[in-house]
């Protein structure tokens, strides 16, 4: 009796305390979401009231404020490294990348309090890694009049961050502040399943929640079975008992969704696609923007609590296919760095949408799209979710990176990938690449002009290293990430973010008048030379007719020539 009354003067004032956790959500019924101080003390506040969860204070952002995360177990030492040794499955959250889409802040503290407060159970196979707000310095700010297609809260943040950037796209080029710190959460985490809260934009339709997951045929291996046959219609199944009508983000732009439309291809520019680098299970939720805000958050905290479940049911077979691919990506030879849709391959999903009409503008007079909400339906569309590999590459033993790349070989440290600085001069024989063709977007797009459509040639030849250049051997679990951004073709590769413009520019010229004599006596030493620009002056009128183009091939073909225009300076160690 004395025991029970001691735990009762123990543990009931926290249980009382506990119950009085209330969120600004709640308070204003479902109207407005708290602002970043708000956000801050709210967890800060949970966090002393409960042993359940730890807030850690995490790398800077650009908007001058440190980025959080906030890690929930049953157990003590909330550390990730910890919670893993104890065969936890670590789920990371990611709210407010966009704070224009609060739903997932909001979802996430109410999610969290109920876990606090044993409304739910947080499983003990389970933990969670939250970062409250993602993008500080959107969160900051506030205005009612962002976002005008979207259904509340009454004020929110801004899409971009204190740069103007979106962070949806930065997570290869690591332009923000945020990028970066979040590489260093995302590794420090090492998360079995990644989850980023968004809300949509497009078409009007019934439902209120869809969802981006790793493409399976991207993904791969027995991930991409496992995700294709288990994960996501795991997740459909525990939703559909939930009430929910959950789809696949309706991926229709240019065209009405019940005419189908391809899955999402997140490539590692975005969030889902970063994640899947590291074979993680990645998600990203999309609410209806024009669905009521309570409503969003609802449906944002169900889902979440079935990614829980579903880790929580499925711990050890994603534990082992995880390992299991971190063990065969050592091993692979062969890696995709590019795809294309495969348009023969759909299945069928139950779309639930309203009629499409075209009305009269009352703004231009002209017709417009309207959907009628009087009209809904339900049928069968197509839901093109293969692709196939558009351009693969074979593996090197190794890649070798000058040491004067240090924005590049910093990205690299930055996502743990393991290398060796060589300890002295040396030639060694490499495969080379050279950049033959490729564009270059006409607009800036987040900073960068994207180079695109890269073709390449490649020699074997001994190149001259200097000590302090770094050695990367792919016997690695990053060797996906690895390929993927040094590799040029790749989709959201290093050359692609611009990382590697400065070869594109040759730095040493010739006046023409001061190099005929040269390029006259280089052609009487060299009649293999003389050959080939005699025959190109038959199949080329227009060079024929250029003494200038005619001086400049002969001086490509020449010692003269610097050898690092055009050479992709990253080099392939194959043997």
């Known amino acids: ?31 407005q979401t708290p602002t970043y101080p708000e956000i801050i003390s709210w967890w800060k506040m949970l966090d002393a009231k409960s042993s359940q969860i730890k807030m850690l204070t995490m790398g800077p952002s650009d908007a001058g404020y440190p980025l959080h995360l906030v890690v929930v177990s049953n157990d003590s030492g909330l550390e990730p490294a910890t919670l893993r040794k104890k065969n936890k499955r670590i789920i990371l959250i990611n709210n407010g990348i966009h704070p224009g889409e609060p739903d997932g802040i909001d979802a996430s503290m109410l999610l969290v309090r109920d876990i606090v407060q044993k409304k739910i159970l947080l499983p003990d196979n389970i933990a969670l890694a939250i970062i409250p707000v993602y993008n500080i310095g959107g969160c900051l700010n506030r205005s009612a009049y962002y976002r005008v297609n979207q259904n509340g809260p009454e004020e929110f943040g801004f899409r971009g961050n204190s740069q103007n950037l979106d962070l949806n796209r930065d997570f290869i080029k690591c332009d923000s502040k945020e990028a970066r710190s979040f590489a260093e959460i995302f590794h420090f985490c090492d998360p079995d399943v990644f989850v980023d809260n968004h809300v949509s ?11 981006i997951s790793s493409q399976h045929n991207k993904l791969g291996g027995p991930m991409g079975e496992f995700m294709n046959k288990k994960f996501e219609p795991g997740i459909f199944e525990s939703m559909k008992k939930k009430g929910y009508d959950l789809i696949p983000y309706v991926n229709s732009f240019t065209d009405t969704p019940e005419n189908g439309w391809p899955e999402f291809l997140e490539g590692p520019r975005f969030s889902s696609g970063y994640a899947s680098l590291f074979h993680s299970f990645a998600f990203v939720p999309e609410t209806h923007m024009l669905k009521p805000y309570d409503q969003r958050v609802k449906a944002t905290y ?14 050890e077979a994603i534990r082992k296919v995880r390992d299991q691919t971190k063990l065969s990506v050592k091993q692979q030879s ?3 760095v590019s795809w294309i849709l495969d348009k023969n391959t759909f299945s069928e999903i139950v779309y639930k949408g309203y009629e499409v009409v075209n009305k009269q503008s ?25 692709y196939q590999s558009k351009t693969t590459v074979n593996k090197p033993v190794a890649y070798i990176i000058p040491k004067g790349w240090w924005k590049v070989i910093d990205l690299l440290k930055l996502n743990k990938v393991k290398m060796l600085p060589l300890v002295k001069d040396t030639s060694i ?23 695109s459509d890269v073709l390449i040639s490649s020699n074997t030849t001994k190149i001259f290293f200097q000590k302090g250049d770094v050695y990367v051997p792919m016997d690695q679990t990053a060797n996906r990430f690895i390929i993927e951004v040094l590799e040029p073709q790749a989709d959201d590769s290093y050359f692609a973010w611009n990382y590697f413009d400065g070869i594109l520019g040759q730095k040493e010229g010739f006046s023409n008048y001061a190099y005929e004599e040269t390029a006259a006596e280089y052609l009487k030493e060299n009649p293999g030379i003389k050959n080939k620009l005699e025959q190109r002056k038959l199949t080329d009128t227009a060079f024929s007719k250029s003494a200038s183009a005619q001086l400049n091939f002969i001086f490509q073909q020449s010692p003269y020539y610097e050898p690092s225009h055009m050479r992709y300076p990253v080099y392939r160690v194959m043997k």
């Open 1 to 31: 009796m004395r025991i029970f009354f001691i735990l009762i003067y123990f543990v009931f004032p926290f249980i009382t305390s506990a119950q009085l956790i209330s969120t600004k959500f709640e308070d204003t019924k479902g109207l």
């Open 201 to 211: 934009n497009g078409a009007d339709y019934q439902h209120i929640m869809t969802l």
């Open 302 to 315: 169900d889902l979440m609590e079935s990614f829980i479940e579903f880790t929580s049911k499925n711990s």
């Open 334 to 336: 062969i890696f995709p």
């Open 362 to 386: 009352e703004v231009s007079g002209l017709p417009r799209l309207y959907y009628d909400r009087t009209k809904p339906f339900e049928q069968k569309v197509k839901f093109y979710n293969t």
């Open 429 to 451: 024989e490499v495969e080379t690449y050279r950049i033959e063709d490729y564009k270059t977007s006409a607009r800036t797009f987040e900073m960068h002009h994207i180079n």
